[in-house]
């Protein structure tokens, strides 16, 4: 199995082992912490998420621009490169943390005035430990990007794996001994210096990653804002519209119902990251790719191949979500009915990640070939018509109007012009694309017929009942997916994953 079919798989284990541990994790946070400090730590993440978005895009600049200095062969060029981001990215990092520190000093203008003092008290302190998490991410991010590019992935999600298992499970006892959310913050802290020299000292003693920092190429670095400021743009929009829902509901509504959204949002989270699983991996791949001139037709079929994977794992949770979501959410929230409302909201903006993530191979195809200007434009008229949007519609419609926004922008704001551009500008066959994913939808409708009967028949009633429906539900959808939906490609990775695991049974029996 190569390192792109094992990355891959491995992304899906470490994110399916970090979700479930996080999911049994979740309650038991909620039920400690109770719902207002809940919401006020959940409200504290989107405001980190934007300090993020000081990274500018760097790190897409540095995979394509150390790419083609490794397909040269220029090793000069690949130590100055990993000398000037490293410096770029540890003033960035310092500027996040004054901007962190500044806005921790003024949380009334940050979280609005539903908020109580000591809630705004514990919001502030809560956003100056993750402002300094968020800070040393920023170098630490060189390494972790290094590792991508020499496509090491079993080393690479190894660390990805460790960081997202011990994270709840050192938690859980915490919360279990009377911490509240400022040690599970710092906790987070720790997590990410570790894994940072982790990958610091992986880059240094096993890839002899080189490093300069004699020379600091000013006009290059230049060319690369320019590449990066339409990077940094669309990912502005993308934290805009995925956040701004956390923030509206903060602002209008308060603390409590924010805890609401944010325990859908987070379940959007998990989902994304399952999307995201096979694109990441094919990075590296795509920026090579181009850097070697190769077609758009072979770009074309490598993003319907990532594509229809992609597609078929995500209707299988979209499904089964339907199926088993509306007895899990009000479990996992310890009983709650008013987080019921999360079943809807969590539904509309799994459906929004669908139609976007199954095309993120073509985003990044656009980065590689530098003609991303147009989609960071388009995101960013889109979202001042979703904030505008989402103002009314989160103050009549609640939660579900909060979700009912996103996804209504990324259908029509989003997907409709990008793939227009794929046509008409970047020579990509969409068209080819859309029939190759439309081919499995038959094979979805019995599946779907059955997750309908489960979420109105079914007496469920506790996590064995989601457990006993969710595994009827899986069994169908393997079984017409394997028959009336996948081709041959496809067949075969199951299969290899199957063989490897039979082969290496034998091997220990």
């Known amino acids: 199995m190569n390192q792109v079919r094992l ?32 919401g006020v730590y959940g409200a504290v993440g989107p405001i980190i998420s934007y300090l993020l978005l000081l990274s500018m895009g760097l790190g897409s600049a540095y ?23 490293l410096v770029t990215l540890s003033l960035l990092g310092l500027v996040l943390l004054a ?9 009334q203008m940050v979280f609005g005035t ?26 630490f991010s060189v390494f972790e990007s290094h590792v991508n590019i020499h496509e090491r992935y079993l080393f690479l999600k190894a660390v990805t794996m460790a ?6 499970l050192i938690s859980i006892p915490l919360l279990l001994l009377g911490f509240r959310s ?8 720790v997590l990410t210096i570790v894994c940072g020299l982790t990958y610091m000292a992986y880059c240094f003693a096993v890839l002899k990653m080189p490093v300069s920092f004699r020379t600091y190429d000013l006009p290059l670095m230049k060319n690369m804002m320019g590449f990066t400021f339409y990077i940094f743009l669309a990912v502005v929009v993308d934290q805009l519209n995925y956040g701004i829902g956390t923030l509206m509901t903060t602002w209008i509504h308060g603390a409590e119902l924010s805890g609401v959204y944010y325990s859908a949002n987070q379940l959007n989270v998990y989902y994304l990251s399952f999307a995201m ?35 078929i794992m995500l209707m299988a949770v979209f499904l089964g979500f339907v199926a088993v979501g509306r007895p899990f959410v009000i479990l996992w929230a310890g009983g709650k009915e008013q987080f019921a409302v999360d079943y809807p909201v969590a539904l509309l903006l799994f459906a929004s990640t669908i139609v976007s993530a199954i095309q993120f191979v073509g985003l990044e195809i656009l980065r590689a070939k530098n003609m991303h200007r147009f989609r960071a434009w388009v995101y960013l008229a889109a979202a001042a018509v979703n904030v505008g949007l989402m103002i009314p519609l989160c103050k009549y419609g609640g939660l579900v109007g909060v979700a009912g926004s996103i996804l209504f ?54 996590y064995l009942d989601i457990l006993i429906w969710g595994c009827v539900f899986v069994a169908v959808y393997a079984a017409s997916l394997w028959l009336f939906g996948m081709n041959r490609y496809e067949r075969g990775i199951v299969t290899g994953v199957l063989d490897k695991f039979r082969r290496k049974r034998r091997r220990r029996a």
Do not use: C
């Not at 992304?11 to 809940?38: A, D, F, K, N, Q």
């Not at 096979?278 to 594509?307: C, F, Q, W, Y």
């Open 163 to 168: 960081k997202s298992v011990l994270s709840p």
């Open 277 to 311: 699983a096979i694109s990441n991996v094919l990075i590296p791949r795509v920026h090579r790719m181009v850097a070697e001139g190769d077609s758009n037709r072979e770009l074309t079929r490598l993003m319907t191949k990532a594509g229809r994977l992609q597609f």
């Open 63 to 85: 995979i394509r621009y150390y790419s083609q200095a490794k397909v040269a062969k220029d090793r000069r060029e690949m130590a100055k490169l990993n000398g000037m981001f």
């Open 182 to 189: 400022p040690a599970i913050a710092t906790l987070s802290l």
């Open 409 to 462: 922008i990324t259908v029509v704001g989003n997907v409709l012009p990008i793939n227009w551009y794929f046509r008409r500008h970047v020579g990509l066959d969409v068209r080819w694309f859309w029939v190759r994913i439309a081919r499995l939808l038959p094979s979805m409708l019995v599946p779907a017929i059955v997750a309908v009967l489960i979420a109105v028949l079914a007496p469920v009633s506790g």
């Open 7 to 38: 990355g891959a798989v491995l992304s899906y284990v470490s994110m399916g082992l970090s979700t479930l541990i996080s999911l049994i994790y979740t309650p038991i946070m909620l039920g400690r912490l109770g719902e207002t400090e809940y």
């Open 114 to 139: 539903k908020w109580a003092p000591e809630e705004l008290a514990l919001g502030a302190k809560l956003l100056r430990i993750m402002t300094l998490n968020a800070a040393l991410s920023f170098p």
């Open 99 to 107: 901007l962190g520190f500044f806005l921790a000093a003024h949380p």
